[in-house]
């Protein structure tokens, strides 16, 4: 059962809600116009940090960090919420990836000037940081042992988003007794073969392996049960904010499919009239309301440092959005018909994005679960 004291409320008034959801909605409406968002798609290679820098001005990079490091001290149900209206753009820059996942790690190092430093940074969208191991979803992990010039890292990773696009890495590993460490290292000086691919929805990831690569001992950033706990927070709010990023991505799949049955005409009246239809779309709306709903429960608790619903409630949470997103997408192509499945229709590319934030979620919610239980 869950424990009502243990939810978070949010640091941010309505006005400063409404401000920062007004702000997101413009970005969408200009940046990422369907059209022009296709057309960046059929150029083969996506710039993901296009509008990287306008984020930055728009003061959306800093709301998932503290006021004490000059960000807007947003909470997880805050970024839950700017995620879900970014996610109607299916935007390329990553937001989740770097400013969420990573900014929680980086705002957790135990050398303050440095910690000052590299938050600035992130917060002012001068870099990009990718999160690298932390994961439990992948048989190898990293390991490192601490010799006399620094630390020697080993190990395989896969389907890391923007690996190759980032300016630091953040690098989970343990040592031959379990104990964990995270590096930040500069991903251009650091030797790593990696296997760069592009995901279904187009945007970057990538395989890596490290072979005894040398480190400095100035990399450290926490180590440790601090680096646990870092790591244990950035993983539940990687599950939140991809589960919200879903249900604004079926959001936005219910809006274009109702217009759809609205508009589109057979046997001389809308098909939106014909009661399998109906049904069918009612369906769709009971998905995303479920999905919204446990979502929202989620993001009100990652916050809580002694909640004992974490675990259970992100499997919870993987799963109802999980099953609603194959809904939402597969009924979507479905009443669409063949054009549901063209490249020249949001719906395949929302689809594409479903398919994706699935196995990203599932991904950390394994580590999440590891960490409550």
């Not at 083969?44 to 960090?65: I, S």
């Not at 000052?116 to 992948?138: C, F, K, P």
């Not at 190898?140 to 300016?167: C, V």
Request: glycine share 8%; proline share 3%; hydrophobic share 45%.
């Amino acid at each position: 059962m869950l424990s009502p004291e243990v939810v978070m409320s949010s640091p941010l008034d309505r006005e400063s809600k409404s401000i920062i959801e007004n702000t997101l909605l413009r970005f969408i409406a200009e940046s990422y116009e369907p059209s022009a968002r296709h057309q960046r798609v059929r150029q083969g290679h996506v710039d993901c940090l296009l509008h990287w820098g306008l984020l930055a001005q728009l003061g959306v990079l800093g709301l998932p960090f503290e006021e004490v490091f000059g960000g807007l001290g947003g909470a997880s149900a805050d970024i839950a919420d700017a995620v879900t209206v970014l996610a109607k753009g299916l935007i390329f820059e990553p937001f989740i990836e770097s400013a969420v996942i990573a900014g929680t790690v980086l705002a957790r190092g135990r050398d303050p000037e440095q910690r000052g430093h590299a938050v600035t940074q992130a917060i002012e969208g001068a870099s990009v940081t990718a999160m690298l191991g932390g994961r439990s979803d992948v048989p190898d992990q990293l390991s490192f042992k601490k010799t006399q010039e620094g630390y020697r890292l080993s190990g395989n990773l896969s389907l890391i988003p923007f690996a190759e696009q980032a300016d630091f890495w953040l690098l989970m590993a343990v040592d031959s007794d379990g104990t964990p460490a995270i590096f930040r290292v500069p991903r251009s000086e650091t030797r790593a073969h990696v296997a760069g691919y592009r995901l279904m929805d187009g945007k970057p990831a990538a395989d890596i392996r490290f072979d005894d690569t040398a480190i400095p001992l100035s990399t450290a950033w926490v180590q440790g049960e601090a680096a646990r706990e870092a790591m244990d927070l950035a993983s539940r709010r990687a599950v939140s904010a991809y589960c919200a990023d879903a249900v604004g991505v079926m959001a936005l799949l219910l809006e274009v499919t109702g217009e759809y049955l609205r508009t589109r005409v057979q046997f001389g009246v809308a098909i939106g009239t014909f009661q399998a239809l109906q049904h069918r779309y009612a369906d769709m709306h009971m998905g995303l309301v479920q999905a919204q709903a446990i979502t929202r429960e989620l993001a009100g608790r990652v916050d809580a440092a002694t909640s004992g619903d974490h675990a259970w409630l992100c499997f919870a949470a993987s799963s109802v959005v999980e099953r609603a997103a194959k809904l939402v997408g597969q009924e979507a192509i479905q009443m669409h018909g063949g054009m549901g499945v063209t490249d020249e229709l949001i719906v395949s590319h929302c689809n594409a994005r479903l398919v994706v934030l699935t196995r990203l979620i599932r991904a950390w919610v394994d580590q999440s679960a590891a960490s409550g239980s």
